[in-house]
């Protein structure tokens, strides 16, 4: 429509609206690609040699090539503005930034090197670019030498890279390079070269070796230690830092492993071993400890220290002799002088004295001592010298206290006053041995089995219960308490008040 213009992009027409133009620009001018990079590059490839002569903004249009599409001949026959009448709605678009290449990749280390390659690793650039890199190159050349070999043909983007197919013993000098659309980095170099070759692998000790390695007077070393290196490593032994005696131990190296072998292990093979393997200026070493041990000596100086009743003391010192190993304790045995057999008392005693009890009394005894370590128990005890007589203890007499006592009242009885048809009771405290046999009478009259009275004792407490008195059971009680040793009574008087009985006259 009028006063809008076409702007065509990528084949695609779009209205853009147009101001007028002042008088003082209505002279002709002529659209540039510098405004449009799109339009410009359209411009060229229809009229590449040619300048459209200059027309009104309103009437001008732009004559498309006989070669364009249909859409782009309709799009074309619309009119264009001129360079200084169309001011755009949109801002021109952003020029590109420029590409750089990348920088150098970080941390390049030597992961694995063998006989006949070498693995490299590094980390990514800290600058890469907008686009990301495109890969690695990684490059060596023998030491001595300039001449720089590519390892790879194509760029890959692993951070880890193994250079295969090289000649052992070289020393090669490697980098590598990060690479994108712009080039190549800095290449990152290793600062030693590296020496192809395998590295000598760590021995490895048995499982069972790595602790002290412990065997018996007599028993038979044998021992394998496993190693890695090539070529063939160099194996050597020393036992606390001198060379092994060839004939008491013997040694048998291979590619793989040492055997160390020792026919009759002795105590003086007891001690630090050290193997040591070598390729060329390289080395590892493992440790072992062996230990061996036998039975103890007996323990020394066992002395019966007291006897009293049916129980013995013992004392006795270590023995000098521990078998190269840790002590566990001491058995302790007697025997009965009559039998002469021999019966164990005490095990893993680990005090060097002890107490014996529940001694027969009237029997004699002997006693001995072994020490004990982890090979058993010393071949050889010791034995008291003299023999542990239990007595027979004589019989204490002693004079027995006479408990013996008359009857005595500790609390005598006392009078009452109670009233008709309320129970009252009379109580006094009596104390004599043997026990003393407690009476109760009324006016000299022994009370029997009458229900009315009931009379208790306990712990020389003496009672008599009365239910329900009337006035006829008033009078004087006494309690008499008698035992072979004599008797003794207390009295009491109990008045029973009668109830008053008032008589009513109508």
């Known amino acids: 429509p009028r006063g809008q213009v076409g702007s065509r992009r990528g084949g695609r027409v779009t209205a853009v609206p147009i101001k007028p133009a002042s008088p003082a620009s209505q002279s002709p001018q002529t659209l540039t690609g510098a405004d449009d990079p799109d339009v410009s590059r359209a411009a060229q490839s229809k009229t590449p040699h040619r300048a459209p002569p200059a027309r009104n903004p309103m009437s001008d249009q732009e004559t498309a090539p006989a070669a364009e599409p249909p859409a782009q001949a309709a799009a074309a026959s619309e009119p264009a503005p001129t360079a200084a009448a169309v001011t755009t709605a949109e801002g021109a678009a952003p020029a590109p930034t420029p590409e750089t290449p990348p920088s150098s990749p970080l941390n390049l280390t030597v992961e694995d090197v063998n006989d006949n390659s070498v693995t490299l690793t590094w980390k990514v650039p800290e600058q890469v670019g907008p686009f990301g890199l495109d890969g690695y190159l990684v490059e060596h050349c023998k030491n001595g030498t300039a001449d720089w070999v590519t390892a790879n043909k194509e760029p890959f983007l692993s951070t880890r ?193 002890c107490t014996i009890s529940d001694l027969i009394i009237g029997n004699s005894y002997s006693f001995r001592v072994f020490s004990e370590n982890a090979c058993g128990h010393s071949d050889k005890s010791a034995t008291t010298k003299d023999l542990a007589h239990i007595k027979k203890t004589s019989e204490e007499k002693f004079s027995s206290r006479d408990f013996s006592e008359a009857p ?82 207390v009295d009491c008087r109990l008045d029973v008040k009668g109830m008053r009985v008032t008589r009513v006259w109508w």
């Open 161 to 353: 890279y193994t250079i295969r197919n090289l000649t052992s013993g070289d020393k090669l000098h490697v980098r590598v390079k990060a690479l994108n659309a712009r080039g190549a980095s800095a290449p990152v170099e290793l600062d030693q070269p590296v020496l192809i070759r395998e590295i000598l692998g760590k021995i490895r000790v048995p499982r069972s070796l790595r602790q002290t390695y412990i065997r018996i007077v007599g028993e038979v070393v044998n021992l394998l230690i496993p190693f890695q290196g090539k070529p063939k490593p160099q194996v050597t032994w020393t036992k606390d830092g001198q060379p092994l005696d060839p004939k008491q131990v013997g040694v048998r190296n291979s590619d793989r492993d040492s055997i160390f072998f020792i026919r009759m292990a002795e105590r003086k093979d007891s001690g630090k071993y050290e193997m040591t393997v070598m390729i060329d200026q390289l080395e590892d070493k493992a440790t072992i400890d062996i230990r061996v041990i036998e039975k103890p000596s007996p323990p020394e100086n066992l002395k019966l220290v007291d006897v009293w009743g049916f129980n013995v003391a013992l004392e006795w010192s270590p023995p000098k002799d521990n078998g190269n190993s840790e002590l566990k304790g001491y058995t302790v045995q007697k025997a009965d002088f009559k039998t002469g057999q021999w019966f164990t008392v005490l095990e893993h005693c680990n005090r060097t004295n």
């Open 408 to 489: 005595r009242f500790t609390q005598p009885l006392a009078d009452r006053t109670t009233t008709h048809g309320y129970s009252t009771q009379l109580v006094c405290c009596v104390r004599g041995f043997p026990k003393p046999k407690v009476i109760w009478m009324k006016n000299q009259m022994e009370i029997r089995e009458d229900p009315k009275y009931v009379a208790i004792i306990n712990q020389g407490i003496c009672s008599l219960q009365i239910r329900k008195p009337s006035p006829f059971d008033g009078g004087v009680y006494t309690c008499k308490a008698v035992n072979h040793l004599g008797e003794a009574s």
